[in-house]
Structure formats: C-alpha cells, structure tokens
C-alpha cells in the first residue's frame, strides 16, 4: 500500500537536481571549452546555461569548475542517486522499485524528467540538441549524457528505452518526421503527478492531474451481503468487465481492501491521448498499490487495457476487452433501508421505521449520498424532516432525461380528486404496494412467487377526463417522488430498433430517479399484437414483445392509462398488479368536483348556485375544471368576480369543444 514518505524528501530532491546540474553542466564543458555568451532577449549560449547551472563562465583547466571536477562531483552524486538510490526522491524510489529499473534505466528515467523539474534543464537540452524548440532531450543527447563506454543512440532506444516506453514511464514527445533518435522523450504524467504531490493525503490530487480520481473506501459506504460476497471473490491481478458499472464496484473494491483509480474516457479527447491516458492512471494505480477501472474505453484501448491486465491489483472496465464478467448486484428495499438508517443515526436524523421504509422506496440515492441527504435538513423548515430529504435526494438523482419524458413534480393530493370510495381505496393499495414491497417480497418470501417481476403495473382505464392523470400525480406525491410522463409520439420510431433503444433510455431514467413511469394513451404502445402479414407487422410485434419483457425487468411503479381498455394486448393485463376503471361522475360527484375546482382565493359571487349544473350536466371532471378556469380568465378580464353568467358562457365554450351540442339546453335555467 501506499505510504506517507519520510520528511527529508525534499533534501532528495535537492540532490536530484545537484546531479542534474553536473549531468548536464558536464556534457556542455565537454563540448565547448571557453564559450561565447549570447546575445540577451535574442539566443541563449551554452556559457549562459552553464552559469545558470552554477557553473563558472569560463572555466580554465585546474580551476574547481573545471571538466575533471565536474566529473568528480557527478561520480560522487551519481552514487548516491543511481547505484546506491540513499538520495533519490521517495516517489522516484517507488517507481524504481515497482518496475524493477536498472540504473540506466533510472538514469534515463531521472533526465528525461529534468525539463519537468526546472526550466533551466530545458533550456539546457535545447541548447545541447542545437535547436531552442527541443526541450526534451532525444536517445541521441541521452546516450552521451548516460556516460556508458560504447553506448550508442540506437543501443539505447533498442534497450531501456524500449522497455520503459512499452511500461508507460516514457512516451514519444516530438513532432512528425523527427529521426527515431532524435525524436524527444517525455515522463509518464504519473510519474510527474506523484513526484509533484509525493504524501499519501496528495494522491487524489496526483490523480485529477491526470484526469482520473482516487477512491479510497470512505466512512458510510458499507457494502452489501452480495457485494461483500463479490469482494471476496476478488484476487490480485484480476481483471473484470463491469456490467452496470457504478458506484457499487466502488464499494466492492472497497470490501477487499482496494483503493481505486477511477478514470472515464468519455472525458477524453479521440485518439491517442486516450489510450496514453489509461496507461498513466495504469502506472499511478502501480505505483500507490489500487486497482484502476476504467469506463467507455473502445477498441482503440485494447491495446493499452491488454498491457494493463494483471498488472494493478484489480483492473475493471466497461468495455474494452474480454473479461470475467461481473453485473452489479441487486440491491434489495432492505440493504436500501440498513443504509439509511445507519445514515440517519450518524446524523441524529430522528427518522421513524416508517419514515425510513418510505426512503428506502424512493429515495434511491447511493449510501455515500445519504448523509449529503440527510445534512440538507432545516429543523425550522415547514416542511417534515421526511420530505426535505426526499427533496434533496431527488435533486442527487437528477439527469438530463431522454426525448419523449417529461418530469412532473406532483402537485395534487387525496384532498384535490373526487373519486367513488371503492376506487379510491384501490389506488391507495397502488402505494401501499410499492412502500411495503420489502417486507412483503424479501422478509416475507413472496419475490419468488412473482412470475412476472417486483415492479408494480397498473392500468387506469375510463373516459378522457375522469382523472386518470391526475390520479397518477397523486400516487407519486404520495410516494414522495417525480412523475416522468412519456410522450409516445416521441418514443416510437419508424426505424427498426430504435423504439426499443428509446424505451430502454426510458425505464433506466426512471429507475436511476425512482420516479413513476406513466404512459398515457397506452393502448397505442402496448396494443394488441397482430397476424404478421408485411415487416411492419413483424417490427410491431417485436416491440411489444422488448416491451413485455422490459416491463417484467422494470423494479419501480409504471402507470399506463388508456381511453380504449379492449386494445391493450392481454399479455400486458396478466402483468398488471392492478386495475382501476375510472368511470363519469354521478351527479353527487360532480358537485364535489364543481366545489373543489376553485381555489379559496377565488373571487366567487356570493350567490352562485353550482349544484343545479352539477345536476344537470353529465361532463367529466376535466371538463369541470376547464369550465371553472375559462370562466376565472372571463371574470379577471371584466374586472369582476366569478358569477353565473361567466360560468354560463365558459359551460358553453366547452360543451361545443367536447361535441355536447345538445346539452346547451340545460344550462338554461
């Protein structure tokens, strides 16, 4: 594992940058005798490098400063940089040690790395190279400054420079058509990252510095039975390939005792920076001990995911390459409820049983977030404690959603609909079903005698304007969560497959959120299937028969509502949990639908009557509120209040919309 290095790193370094001061300094006496300085704003001389490398200008023979010293000083250094490593730099120690480096090897390693160290190496470099544009020294320029009798440039780039690229610590830093030993050498970022944050508390920095992050297992992210079960599975050197990555390998990693490095290539620029960027969170994850997972890799990284396997303790990835696949495991309503309960002690939430059985059911936020969640709440807010974090874990869990949903947040309450008594005990049965799911699936055993999946289906069938709609806006405020209302004429495609494609991005919206999946106008989606004449039949029984199966596979609370309830295919109604007909209100109804359809701020005339329309027309509830708020807009345009006769003319506008002609009698009086 990785460890904080000792106090007296930054002496290392100084004795790093002693030698690379005679490194360099000496291969320029050697070159020039007495050089000439340069012209100042314009060129750069090698007596202006030298003297800024604590060389004298001109050195004469027999002085201290002379090439014989010089070369003294960086024997005397070289021993205890390379051969003896007592002075070399904690970070570059590990690196040493973890690729097994030769002392050529951590020669080369330790010049390449100069320019990142000091601008005076680079200046250095380019003035030896005869070209102020190549700050990075090429095999040619390394060969002599290694000092090996009988080392060549091409010897060089055939050996260690070979292997250290192949390994990641070095890679190709020089433009098209530079000679191959010519062409300058750059340090694995890694490897620059972790001598520029060296202390066990900066790794996370090191790793943002190449665009990855460091998950050490955190406090309150314990795992579940299953991902525990994983984590013990999990041996060094192996290799995975998520199904589902997320969060939860985190805590699978975590379980076995990994740290991870975490990259996502999505972020990345195409082309070769990405595979370059999964061989530096590679060499990072060598060098600190962690596993590496990395996301949305392509066949353009097999190679470099190839060099990695096997070479960090864990290396995860969602694609790539072919692995041992492991899927995420399923999280049940009761780990979800031990989660948040352990969350809510650590915070003194004060939730009750039912309060935390509640977000377990809907507020499907990771383990880690929880105590986000929980830290939002106000104790002097009207709101219950329940509802802010509800609130703020539907905020955790929002995401740009696919074409064709629309979130709604509840706006409506039991107190707002009028529905037959039968009826309305049997749509509170519809949230009783999915908040008590994990007593009565899991602890009760019952899971298994649910041939068609845990999720709860429900069809809401009647007239338009009975309450359908309203209904499932309701139940979701119940349950504390979004409505996602899918718009069919945008899911359903013409072209083969992307209707499924569409509907897939739908259900996973909606389980990501916890929302209520409501289809309205269902039978136009999930219709009966028909004798397959032409391909467009046989396209249209593939749909419904992905949609039968991603109904099954569906975990939360799906709502289809539907005018024509004989069109929907019977396969679909043996998978309903529960049916409700929404039917035309009576007369007694529709009085209370007329009484609830203006708000108590509304200017009513003290006079008006409502009972003899409720009476006399048969219209939907819908149509009611329609009525009520034409004949509002009606009574704020005449700077008056909502009388008879602005009931009367609105009764009349929606009687023509709706096609009731002859029911324009009965508002006579």
């Known amino acids: 594992m990785y460890e904080q290095p000792p106090p007296a790193d930054s002496v290392a370094l100084t004795a790093l940058t002693a030698w690379l001061d005679l490194s360099l300094g000496r291969c320029l006496l050697r070159r020039t005798g007495s050089p000439a300085a340069g012209v100042p704003g314009w060129s750069v001389s090698a007596r202006d490098v030298l003297t800024r490398l604590g060389f004298a200008a001109a050195p004469e023979p027999g002085n201290r400063e002379s090439g014989n010293d010089a070369a003294e000083r960086l024997a005397a250094a070289d021993d205890l940089i390379i051969r003896t490593r007592a002075a070399l ?28 160290l000091d601008g005076r190496y680079g200046t250095a470099v380019a003035v030896l190279q005869d070209d102020m544009s190549r700050r990075r020294p090429g095999l040619t320029l390394l060969a002599e400054l290694i000092r090996q009798p009988a080392l060549t440039a091409w010897d060089l780039r055939c050996t260690a420079a070979a292997r250290m690229l192949g390994i990641g610590l070095l890679r190709p830093a020089a433009p098209a058509g530079t000679s191959a030993v010519d062409a300058g050498l750059a340090p694995s970022p890694a490897v620059v990252a972790l001598l520029t944050y060296p202390s066990a508390s900066d790794v996370a920095r090191a790793a943002a510095a190449i665009g990855a992050r460091h998950l050490p297992p955190v406090a309150g992210a314990e795992p579940s039975g299953e991902e525990a079960a994983l984590a013990a599975r999990l041996r060094p050197g192996t290799v995975l390939r998520l199904i589902d990555a997320g969060p939860w390998f985190h805590r699978v990693a975590a379980a076995a005792g990994v740290p991870l490095i975490d990259g996502d290539l999505a972020t990345v620029e195409p082309g070769p920076d990405r595979a370059d960027a999964v061989t530096d969170w590679t060499v990072l994850g060598r060098l600190i001990g962690s596993g590496v997972s990395v996301r949305h890799a392509g066949p353009a990284e097999h190679a470099a995911l190839t060099r990695a396997a096997g070479t960090v303790r864990i290396l995860a990835v969602d694609t790539g390459i072919t692995a041992e696949l492991l899927r995420a495991p399923l999280v049940t309503i009761n780990q979800r409820a031990h989660w948040w309960t ?27 977030q929880m105590a986000w969640a929980l830290s939002t709440v106000d104790p002097g807010a009207a709101e219950t404690v329940l509802a802010q974090v509800q609130r703020a874990a539907r905020d955790l869990t929002r995401a740009a959603l696919p074409a064709g949903v629309q979130q709604v947040e ?54 338009s304007g009975t309450g359908k709609t309203m209904a499932a806006q309701i139940i979701a405020g119940d349950l504390g969560v979004d409505l996602f209302h899918v718009d069919l004429s945008r899911t359903i495609s013409k ?87 929404f039917t035309m209100p009576t007369a007694a109804d529709r009085r209370g639908i007329w009484r609830k359809a203006f708000p108590d701020d509304a200017p009513i005339d003290a006079g008006l009557n409502l009972d003899p329309l409720a009476n006399r027309l048969p219209i939907p509830g819908g149509s009611i509120q329609n009525i ?35 029911a324009e009698r009965d508002l006579k009086p």
């Open 495 to 581: 072209y083969i497959g992307e209707t499924e494609k569409n509907l897939d991005a739908v259900f996973d919206a909606a389980e990501r959120a916890g929302a209520v999946l409501l289809f309205d106008e269902a039978d136009a989606l999930f219709g009966k299937r028909t004798e397959v004449k032409d391909a467009h039949d046989r396209h249209a029984n593939v749909e419904v028969a992905y949609l039968l199966q991603r109904m099954e596979s569906f975990r939360g609370l799906a709502i289809l509502t539907t005018n024509a309830k004989q069109n929907i295919d019977g396969a679909f109604v043996r998978r309903l949990r529960f049916v409700a007909d």
């Open 342 to 368: 352990s969350a809510a002690a650590r915070a003194d939430a004060g939730l009750s049983a039912a309060g935390i059985r509640r977000l377990a059911t809907t507020a499907l936020v990771e383990p880690e």
């Open 410 to 463: 509840p706006a409506y309450d039991w107190d707002d609909i009028v529905l037959p008594a039968a009826l309305e005990d049997l749509l509170k049965g519809i949230a009783a079903h999915v908040l008590h799911a994990g007593r009565v699936l899991h602890e009760w055993g019952f899971a298994g005698r649910l041939p068609y999946g845990n999720g709860v289906v429900a069809l809401f069938s009647g007239p």
């Open 628 to 662: 009520a708020l034409h004949a509002a807009f009606q009574a704020a345009a005449n700077d008056g209040r909502i009388d008879a006769d602005a009931i009367s003319t609105a009764a009349r506008r929606e009687l023509h919309k709706i096609g009731m002609l002859n």
């Open 89 to 116: 730099p904690a970070a570059l120690t590990r690196v040493a040690a973890e690729f097994t480096l030769s002392d050529t090897e951590l020669r080369l390693l330790c010049l390449v790395l100069a320019p990142e």
